[in-house]
């Protein structure tokens, strides 16, 4: 269920004749990128390049995935138009992976999406990750930073405001986001208030007392205008409508 950037065979597309290709694909643990930069840039920035080449050569169109990361989070949140001010060895490689796409494919999309949810075997994301732990009965520990604000957004809301860009032939950057716009302790309780009989013991910290390798941005998250200027019937779903959904559908 991996894919080794680095081994071009991996990339012999050619016999898909995809029309389409996103590259979702990154090296996206924070702090051990703050510690590992030739890895995160070999894993975000050349596994970037070797898919704008292969996008050449196949006349594909390539939509890149990205993050608010590239932005300071002093002013948050943010338009596409925003100045970009990258505060980790993460966020700068993202953010060179979106120029070189950008300066490369002139045709292709970026999406900056951030907290992404949704549901997964896995359970990876935190969200979901939170109702499996519940669902199981499980005390759960939670030690959460009560300064750090972003837009959360439902991965099927994602896939489908992407495939209403790739259908109308859009390019360029855009936000993709929902309405909430909340720290992580404030998700976490959005989840849990549904789960009445789960103990839990959480822990609010400032992210200074964290103490990560890497800076975060804490006014982060994306203003989705741009989109909703072109789709305006379009709606996101939120947190609430995750959990209930996923009560509802026993997932």
């Known amino acids: 269920n991996t894919l080794d950037f680095l081994n071009p065979r991996n990339f012999d597309l050619k016999a898909f004749a995809p029309d389409v290709i996103v590259h979702c694909g990154a090296l996206t643990h924070v702090d051990y990128c703050e510690t590992h930069e030739n890895e995160s840039f070999d ?3 050349k596994s970037t390049r070797t898919l704008i080449d292969i996008s050449k050569e196949l006349k594909a169109k390539l939509v890149y995935i990205s993050t608010d990361y590239v932005f ?9 138009e925003d100045q970009v001010n990258t505060l980790s060895i993460y966020a ?22 951030t907290n992404v949810y949704g549901h997964e075997v896995r359970n990876k994301n935190f969200v979901s990750r939170i109702i499996a732990q519940c669902r199981d009965g499980q005390t759960l520990q939670l030690k959460l930073p009560k300064d750090q604000y972003a837009t959360p957004v439902n991965a099927w809301d994602v896939a489908r405001a992407m495939l209403l860009l790739l259908r109308d032939n859009h390019q360029g950057i855009f936000h993709i986001a929902s309405t909430d716009w909340m720290n992580r302790v404030e998700l976490a309780l959005h989840v849990l208030k549904y ?7 959480l822990e609010c910290l400032s992210t200074e007392s964290l103490n990560q390798p890497a800076k975060r941005p804490l006014r982060g998250g994306l203003l989705k205008e741009k989109f909703s200027a072109l789709y305006p019937e379009f709606l996101f779903g939120n947190v609430d409508m995750f959990v209930k959904e996923s009560l509802a559908k026993g997932v």
């Open 92 to 113: 700068q490689h993202k953010l060179q992976a979106e120029q070189e796409v950008l300066q490369n494919l002139p045709d292709s999309l970026v999406l900056r999406v």
């Open 72 to 80: 300071d989070g002093k002013n948050g949140p943010y338009l596409e």
């Open 43 to 45: 894993q975000t920035v």
């Open 195 to 201: 789960f009445p009989d789960v103990t839990y013991h």
